[in-house]
């Protein structure tokens, strides 16, 4: 078993900046790609963003690209994503994910979610 934690969200400006965290505990960190998802009310889940076991590849939705950067500390076994820019579009509850295999793949752990809110 995974358990992951997020953290980080809050209530920001249009265009301000936020870092969510998510951390890992449990079985090895770096064998798993880990991604980003996020879900605005009334609306399906979406993919944010992906990064690779080592972190050498990474992976971003066209919304956010330029704006959000997903990085992770597998000496720390957690996960970032560093979001810049932020618009109205981005208030969502944001969601970690650990993936079975690689980016793309089977999702086997989530976590309980944070809130970003952007007001405009």
């Known amino acids: 078993q995974v358990q992951l934690v997020e953290s980080g969200g809050g209530l920001v400006q249009a265009g301000g900046s936020l870092r969510l965290s998510c951390a890992a505990s449990?079985?090895?960190?770096?064998?798993?790609?880990m991604g980003w998802f996020r879900q605005a009310p009334g609306k399906e889940r979406e993919f944010v963003a992906a990064?690779?076991?080592?972190?050498?590849?990474?992976y971003s939705a066209e919304s956010v690209k330029g704006r959000f950067t997903i990085y992770r500390d597998n000496a720390k076994n957690t996960v970032y994503l560093q979001m810049n820019s932020l618009k109205s579009v981005d208030t969502a509850v944001y969601y970690c994910?650990?993936?079975?295999?690689?980016?793309?793949?089977?999702?086997?752990?989530w976590g309980q979610g944070t809130q970003v809110t952007v007001s405009s």
């Open positions: 449990g079985r090895t960190f770096s064998n798993y790609a």
């Open positions: 994910a650990a993936y079975r295999t690689a980016v793309g793949g089977t999702i086997d752990y």
């Open positions: 990064i690779s076991r080592s972190g050498g590849s990474t």
